[in-house]
C-alpha cells in the first residue's frame, strides 16, 4: 500500500507514526492501537490509546531531549488533532501523499 508513495513523504510518514506510537506507550498504559490508511491524496495515520487526555504541544527547549514529537507532527502533517472516544482518544494525522516540488522547481 506505501511502497507507491515517494521515498520523501514514505520517510515523513514512518516519522509521524514512530511519534504517535512512542507517544501512546509513553504516556498510556492501555493497549495501543495503529491504523494507516491511504486515501483522496492523503496518508491518514491515526493511534488509538486508553488515555482520555488530549496531546498538548511543548514549547521547544534547545537543551531538552524530549517533547518536540508533536511539533515534528505539525511541520510535516497538513493537519493533526486528536478525538475522544469511549475509552480514550484518537490522535491522528493527514499528511499528503506526493511530495511538494524541489525549491529550484518553483
Known sequence: MLSRLDADVLDD???????????AYDHTA???RLHVLLTDGYVHVAVEDGSMVPPTPRGWCPSGT???GLLLIEELA???GST????GKTVWAHLTDTAPPADDQV
Open 13 to 23: 510518514v514512518v516519522m509521524v507514526v514512530n511519534e504517535l506510537v512512542a507517544n
Open 30 to 32: 492501555a493497549p495501543v
Open 66 to 68: 524530549r517533547g518536540r
Open 78 to 80: 497538513v493537519a493533526w
Open 84 to 87: 475522544p472516544g469511549p475509552a
